[in-house]
């Protein structure tokens, strides 16, 4: 599968492609490092597959551990359609349940995107997670992004809210009263380094396409490509980080010291 979608894409391109390419690369610099075998690849909290059937579609073997069971039957006939069944495995499961589903083999890469926002504990989260990266593997991250969030509740008129969730420390953050987390660009940094790993690079997503009208991405030929174009052009670039809806982080797991 190539790294990037051809043609006019459409919306949710624009929202999901950044992603996509940081994975891609990431698969192909593990696959280059193991020729002879298969990647194994852990997708917590994937849903219904949009992310794992592309990678398995590479190729590699994917497992998806996911806590609704609505999602997993989209996975399966999801990875049917896409001729992919015998490389895209489910199981009903949370970060807690980890190690378990697991087993005793490791895995070169976890994608843990839309999960740090609303388990109990993110730092205990990823320590579940890095117990099953092997040394050397990776680890992607994806989060929302809490400027932007403020920005956006402040544009609405609920100045209130903004100033709350702005001043909220991600310890004191309670997902019952405060909604989902949102995290900065530092936040995830400092989350994610105490357990075990080397941050490989930190996008910027959904810079742009949160923002422009859809009416006018719609009326203008090209105007998709361009808003595409432009997410990618901003992605690696720390001073957009402000205005980013999500943040992807690319962390390699340091190898265990002998």
């Given at each position: 599968?190539p790294?990037?979608?051809?043609?006019?894409?459409g919306?949710?391109?624009?929202?999901?492609a950044?992603?996509?390419?940081?994975?891609?690369e990431?698969?192909?610099?593990?696959?280059?490092?193991?020729?002879?075998?298969?990647?194994?690849?852990?997708?917590?909290?994937?849903?219904?597959?949009?992310?794992?059937?592309?990678?398995?579609?590479?190729?590699?073997?994917?497992?998806?551990?996911?806590?609704?069971?609505?999602?997993?039957?989209?996975?399966?006939?999801?990875?049917?359609?896409?001729?992919?069944?015998?490389?895209?495995?489910?199981?009903?499961?949370?970060?807690?349940?980890?190690?378990?589903?697991?087993?005793?083999?490791?895995?070169?890469?976890?994608?843990?995107?839309?999960?740090?926002?609303?388990?109990?504990?993110?730092?205990?989260?990823?320590?579940?997670?890095?117990a099953?990266?092997?040394?050397?593997?990776?680890?992607?991250?994806?989060?929302?992004?809490?400027?932007?969030?403020?920005?956006?509740?402040?544009l609405a008129?609920?100045?209130?809210?903004?100033?709350?969730?702005?001043?909220?420390?991600?310890?004191?953050?309670?997902?019952?009263?405060?909604?989902?987390?949102?995290?900065?660009?530092e936040?995830?940094?400092?989350?994610?380094?105490?357990?075990?790993?080397?941050?490989?690079?930190?996008?910027?997503?959904?810079?742009f396409?949160?923002?422009?009208?859809?009416a006018?991405?719609?009326?203008?030929?090209?105007?998709?490509?361009?808003?595409?174009?432009?997410?990618r052009?901003?992605?690696?670039r720390?001073?957009?980080?402000?205005?980013?809806?999500?943040?992807?982080l690319?962390a390699?797991?340091?190898?265990?010291?002998?």
């Amino acid at each position: 599968m190539p790294a990037r979608p051809s043609g006019d894409p459409g919306r949710a391109a624009a929202r999901t492609a950044v992603v996509w390419d940081a994975v891609f690369e990431t698969v192909e610099v593990l696959a280059t490092a193991h020729p002879v075998r298969s990647l194994r690849v852990i997708d917590l909290g994937g849903g219904t597959g949009g992310l794992a059937v592309r990678i398995a579609e590479l190729g590699h073997q994917v497992l998806v551990v996911e806590p609704s069971p609505d999602a997993l039957a989209s996975l399966r006939r999801r990875a049917v359609e896409s001729g992919v069944e015998d490389h895209v495995f489910g199981v009903q499961g949370d970060a807690s349940e980890l190690r378990t589903h697991v087993g005793d083999e490791l895995a070169d890469m976890v994608l843990c995107h839309g999960v740090l926002e609303v388990v109990d504990d993110p730092s205990q989260a990823l320590a579940a997670t890095a117990a099953v990266v092997r040394g050397g593997g990776f680890l992607s991250v994806v989060v929302s992004g809490r400027l932007s969030t403020v920005i956006g509740r402040a544009l609405a008129g609920d100045t209130a809210r903004a100033r709350a969730m702005l001043d909220i420390s991600l310890q004191d953050w309670d997902l019952r009263v405060d909604g989902p987390r949102r995290f900065s660009r530092e936040e995830i940094i400092e989350l994610v380094t105490p357990h075990g790993f080397a941050i490989d690079r930190v996008d910027a997503v959904r810079v742009f396409t949160d923002l422009v009208p859809s009416a006018l991405v719609d009326a203008e030929p090209g105007a998709r490509q361009g808003l595409l174009d432009l997410e990618r052009a901003v992605a690696g670039r720390p001073e957009f980080s402000a205005l980013a809806g999500q943040h992807h982080l690319v962390a390699r797991r340091t190898p265990p010291h002998p």
